[in-house]
């Protein structure tokens, strides 16, 4: 399927990009509390970010599995490359 201009809109409105200076994710997904992450090759390490710039977990490598902790407001996922930094979008308690 051709990818158009409103496809593009809908994935931004709903929270669906990052930011980059260079680091990339391959894939983010929460499910049943637990956050599973994989980052591009390149990526040295994965923190979890919490309330008030908080590492509430940090993984070597490219990978990252965490549950997540009740209470918690919101988190988002930070992959380092040296000092180049990728950023998710926040997850928000429901």
């Known amino acids: 399927e051709p990818v158009t201009w409103q496809m593009i809109v809908a ?49 070597e490598g490219a990978t990252l599995e965490w549950q997540t902790e009740s209470g918690l407001s919101y988190f988002r996922v930070e992959a380092h490359l040296g000092v180049k930094r990728a950023w998710s979008q926040p997850f928000f308690a429901a």
């Open 11 to 59: 994935q931004l409105k709903a929270g669906a990009f990052y930011a980059s200076t260079y680091p990339r994710f391959e894939q983010i997904t929460l499910e049943n509390d637990t956050l599973r992450v994989s980052g591009g090759h390149r990526v040295q390490h994965l923190h979890v970010i919490g309330p008030g710039g908080q590492t509430l977990h940090s993984q």
